[in-house]
């Protein structure tokens, strides 16, 4: 065709096992206070799990250029899989004759198994012979990377508790074996009961059907030249996402080959709404499932796709460069992004699942507000604080640099966001589903904390010693000295929320963390 042709293609293959063990020291009993007529006592069973999986891939990809055009198309396959390997555990040491030792041989096939086509497809055009104006877009489609951990839910040495009530006798909030309430059992993890032995099945299954996340993206882009070393640009980006992971409970026997068809799921029919609780004026309520259903899947859970599920993101981001030239340099970004959830009610081997969340309980959470057409939300992980790193739309970064007579470099960064979402919520019981952090607000962007904005100054000198060379800099961090919160408590009905000295006001709770207050530092680097 006259073009230009650069063909790539290749292969991988890799094999992972893994041994996780999570340990309970001392009596291995564990205390959960929620309130001061709801305390737990948790009987757990150390996890000592081996497993491990396969991961095979494939990829041929072209890339084609003729004069002002570039054509960019390929696709990728994919093979994961995941299997249980022999591993054994003691029991507890407190009640043996509950869960005691368990020696599993381990899976004798892989649990899970996916193989997945990924294609995708770009262009870029430069729009006129100077080449200053250029559009772009592509599809793709990607698969998600598989968790070995997931094949899991179906190994018996997993972490497994019985939970009953606690009455703690000496009041030291520590659980001894006579306090626990052997005769009021609330709920159970990761063990039959009624078999606390058994090793040739397990009370949570994987669905043999399960897949792999996916997601379809479009980004179209345009890029032009205003002058020589200048440039502005804008991309917008859509994505969707399906497929994702759903973990609701078992009403009952899978058969010899789980599937979402073979199995009772219990949908939002099977949940009984409780009555609603009101603390320091914010109000909820939980639903709790079907105790008899729960008893007859032993508590377990089935993992497999999301049915009637789905998110949307929605995202332009505009770009104004200056390279480095006549002594000058900058760049700002803006962006906007909306990333929305969305339901529907769908049929799925007999069963119609709508509206619940990735658990099956359709108890609004912060963690699953069930808001079609509301925002995604996703806690910040590590810090374990209210941060949610979702729902923030709209976000500022400018930065630049000049070079001043006499060596001296002066720049300067900028920094603006939407405050991020405060989802009020209120710990309530929802029967064997446990304690829930129920959404006490209509949605989890209903309330926001506020908009940050920050300003960081540096000017730099350097002076040259010979063949070495000495950086003199004075910086500012936080030139305004703002100290926006940036987290805070909330559980409503948690004495916590409604703590003056930690700074709670009238619908706030403590604060939990906010922008470190202005510093201004000096510094010398040597370099040789």
Not at 196 to 208: L, Q
Not at 432 to 448: I, K, N, S
Not at 453 to 459: F, T
């Amino acid at each position: 065709m006259g073009g230009n042709n650069e063909l790539k293609f290749g292969f991988g293959y890799r094999t992972v096992t893994i041994n996780s063990v999570t340990s309970y020291n001392g009596n291995q009993l564990a205390g959960v206070i929620n309130g001061p007529d709801d305390k737990i006592a948790q009987v757990y069973r150390d996890g000592v799990v081996n497993y491990g999986g396969k991961y095979a891939s494939a990829y041929i990809g072209d890339v084609f250029t003729k004069n002002r055009f570039s054509l960019n198309f390929g696709a990728r396959f994919d093979r994961q899989t995941a299997k249980n390997l022999p591993s054994e555990v003691a029991g507890n040491r407190s009640f043996p004759n509950l869960l005691p030792d368990l020696n599993y041989a381990g899976s004798s096939e892989n649990i899970i198994k996916w193989n997945d086509v990924s294609p995708r497809v770009g262009f870029s055009y430069a729009l006129n012979e100077s080449r200053k104006t250029v559009l772009r877009a592509s599809y793709a489609r990607y698969a998600s990377q598989l968790s070995y951990g997931d094949v899991t839910d179906e190994n018996p040495v997993g972490v497994s508790l019985l939970a009953y009530s606690w009455n703690d006798l000496n009041g030291d909030r520590f659980v001894q074996p006579n306090e626990v309430n052997l005769n009021d059992f609330l709920y159970n993890v990761n063990v039959d009961p009624a078999h606390p032995a058994a090793v040739g099945t397990t009370v949570s299954k994987i669905d043999r059907d399960y897949k792999a996340k996916h997601d379809s993206e479009v980004i179209v882009g345009l890029d032009h030249e205003l002058a020589q070393n200048f440039a502005v640009g804008a991309a917008y980006t859509w994505r969707k996402g399906m497929d994702w992971s759903y973990r609701p409970r078992i009403g009952g026997d899978c058969g010899s080959t789980p599937t979402f068809g073979s199995c009772h799921i219990l949908g939002p029919s099977d949940y009984t709404k409780n009555a609603p609780v009101t603390a320091n004026g914010f109000t909820a309520f939980t639903y709790s499932p079907n105790a008899a259903l729960v008893t007859a899947g032993n508590g377990g859970r089935l993992r497999t796709n999301r049915p009637g599920y789905d998110t949307t993101f929605s995202g332009l981001e505009l770009t104004l460069t200056k390279r480095l030239s006549n002594k000058w340099m900058g760049r700002v970004a803006f962006s906007y992004n909306d990333w929305t959830e969305s339901f529907s009610e769908t049929p799925v081997g007999g069963n119609t699942v709508t509206g619940g969340a990735a658990a099956g309980n359709p108890t609004r959470t912060d963690r699953d507000p069930l808001v079609d057409g509301g925002q995604v939300a996703v806690l910040s992980g590590g810090s374990g604080k209210a941060s949610f790193y979702t729902s923030i739309k709209w976000q500022l970064f400018a930065t630049g640099l000049v070079q001043l007579p006499g060596d001296f470099d002066f720049s300067a960064s900028a920094f603006g966001r939407q405050g991020g979402p405060y989802p009020i919520t209120l710990r309530l019981p929802a029967g064997r589903d446990g304690t829930l952090q129920t959404m006490a607000v209509p949605e989890v962007d209903t309330d926001r904390l506020g908009t940050l904005w920050n300003l960081d100054l540096r000017l730099a000198k350097n002076v040259r010693l010979g063949g070495a060379s000495v950086t003199l800099s004075a910086e500012a961090v936080n030139v305004f000295n703002n100290d926006l919160v940036l987290s805070r408590f909330r559980f409503a009905n948690s004495s916590s929320f409604t703590s003056t000295i930690a700074g709670a006001e009238p619908g706030l709770g403590r604060v939990e963390e906010i922008v470190s207050p202005r510093i201004v530092r000096f510094g010398a680097r040597f370099s040789f």
